[in-house]
Structure formats: structure tokens, C-alpha cells
């Protein structure tokens, strides 16, 4: 059985990071933008998916290769952060454009739709260090089964970030609509993103919590 202190840890940490700027939200928004709620919707489940492949690596134990190795831990985590920086760049560059600015992307199909969600989440530094060092500190040996408990608290991420995912979706447009006639409001929105990716980059690239066994 979980302890209340994991499931509500984990909770709180998922929720926070679904609602921080990321590659999940910046495809999302910009994908629904150009293409419709339907394109969004169907990006999602490459999302969803992306999470699935997540949670099937920590209930399989994967973390501890990079506990026992921490040299690819630290590899993996510098060019997540390398990764955030660069997309925090683009937001805020002179000439840069908002995720919200309708653009003329190709109308692509359902089954690229999917992979593109599917690669942008399994590619994003936020949900791998989810699931490499923080998911692992809230498993504890003596409540039961490792993997059962890596799969619960993995189902609760998974549901949080699924559910404003799909909020997001649905209220690209109508945020899209109010931004691009507000150019004042669509900046600002701007700089906040790219401040905000930023200082995730940051403290993803100087924080100390390292992965652990389960």
C-alpha cells in the first residue's frame, strides 16, 4: 500500500510540472493552433504513450542502470537542461514566435500526429528525471511489491498530466484568439514561457537528487 505522503508527493510534482512550459505543451498548443482540436487530441495519445514507455522502464527497474552508472544519469540530465535552454532561446529571441501565434504547419495525418507526440514526450527532460529520480524516492521497500509501487504512483502522474494536457487542448484556440489580438499580452506570454523554461533548465542542470535502486 502507498503511503499518503508518495501519493500526494507525487501528485503535487506532477502537477507542477505539467503546468511549467515543456516540449509536451509548446507541440500540443502549437499543433492544436495550426491544425484543429482533433490534430491536439490525437497528439495526445502519442503523449499518453510516451508516458506509457516511461512507466514501463521504472516498474521494470531501469532506474537502477542509472544508479549504479551515474555518469549516464548525469549525461541524460545535462542535455535535457541543454535541451529546455535552447527552447527558452527561441521564445524569447528577437523575432521569436509564440507558440500561440497560428502558423501555417502541414496538415499531417493521424499516424504522424501520434508519433510526433510519442517522440517529443519520450524526448522531454522533464518527465525523464519524473521517472529516473523522483518517482524512486517515494517507493519504499517496505510497503510491498517495487514494481507495483513504481505502477501506481507512475498511473497517478500519468492521470494529472493526461487531464490538463487535454484542458490545455481544448482552450488552445480560445487563448490563441485572445493573444493575437492582444500583441501586448502575447509577448508577455512570451517571456514568461522562455523565463520559465529557463529556470527549469537550470535547476534540472544544478540539482543533486540522484536516481536510486528499487
Do not use: C, E
Not at 507526440?117 to 522533464?126: A, D, F
Amino acid at each position: 500500500m502507498l503511503q499518503t505522503t508518495a501519493v500526494l508527493g507525487v501528485a503535487a510534482a506532477a502537477l507542477g510540472m505539467v503546468l511549467t512550459p515543456g516540449p509536451n505543451m509548446m507541440y500540443l498548443v502549437s499543433r492544436t493552433v495550426a491544425q484543429g482540436r482533433r490534430a491536439g487530441m490525437i497528439s495526445l495519445t502519442g503523449v499518453a504513450a510516451g508516458f506509457a514507455v516511461y512507466l514501463a522502464g521504472a516498474t521494470a527497474g531501469i532506474t537502477a542502470v542509472f544508479a549504479v552508472v551515474p555518469g549516464l544519469y548525469m549525461a541524460v540530465k545535462l542535455a535535457g537542461a541543454a535541451y529546455l535552454l535552447w527552447l527558452a532561446w527561441q521564445a524569447i529571441r528577437p523575432g521569436g514566435v509564440s507558440v500561440f501565434t497560428p502558423t501555417d504547419l502541414p496538415h499531417d495525418p493521424a499516424r504522424r500526429l501520434f508519433t510526433m507526440g510519442l517522440t517529443t514526450n519520450l524526448l522531454n527532460p522533464k518527465i525523464a528525471i519524473m521517472y529516473m529520480a523522483l518517482i524512486p524516492q517515494f517507493v519504499d521497500p517496505a510497503r510491498g511489491a517495487l514494481w507495483l509501487q513504481s505502477l501506481s504512483l507512475g498511473a497517478i502522474q500519468i492521470t494529472i498530466a493526461l487531464t490538463v494536457n487535454a484542458l490545455i487542448v481544448l482552450a488552445a484556440a480560445t487563448l490563441s484568439t485572445f493573444l493575437t489580438t492582444h500583441p501586448l499580452w502575447l509577448r508577455t506570454q512570451r517571456y514568461l514561457m522562455g523565463t520559465a523554461l529557463g529556470a527549469i533548465a537550470l535547476t534540472l542542470a544544478t540539482d543533486k537528487a540522484r536516481p536510486t535502486p528499487t
